[in-house]
């Protein structure tokens, strides 16, 4: 079983910043893929980042290429998202996620995630 706790979430100017981590509570972290999706309210659930298990290889959705940056620490079980050049479109819950299956690649479809945090809110004000 995985524990995902995420924690960082907040209101924010447009233009701003705001770091989210995601602690993972799971005996070996690094033999997970990692992902942070969001879903703002009346919108499906969508990838933001993700990166897999050695944090070799990442994936960015468009919307956040350039201003997002998926990292993680497989020493202390967490995966972070810096976003920053925040815009009001970028407010959502964020949730992370983890996949042990393709856990060598940036797994970036939510269906094949198995395990899921409860999420924190980000607000951008215009």
């Known amino acids: 079983q995985v524990r995902l706790v995420e924690s960082g979430g907040g209101l924010v100017e447009s233009g701003g910043s705001l770091r989210l981590s995601c602690a993972a509570s799971?005996?070996?972290?690094?033999?997970?893929?990692m992902g942070w999706f969001r879903q703002a309210p009346g919108k499906e659930r969508e990838i933001v980042a993700a990166i897999s298990r050695s944090g070799g290889i990442t994936y960015y959705a468009d919307s956040v290429k350039g201003r997002f940056t998926i990292s993680r620490d497989n020493a202390k079980n967490t995966v972070d998202l810096q976003m920053n050049s925040l815009k009001s479109e970028d407010t959502a819950v964020y949730y992370c996620a983890a996949d042990f299956r393709k856990a060598q690649v940036a797994v970036t479809t939510d269906y094949e995630y198995d395990y899921w945090g409860q999420g924190t809110q980000v607000t951008v004000s215009s």
């Open positions: 799971v005996h070996t972290f690094s033999n997970y893929a």
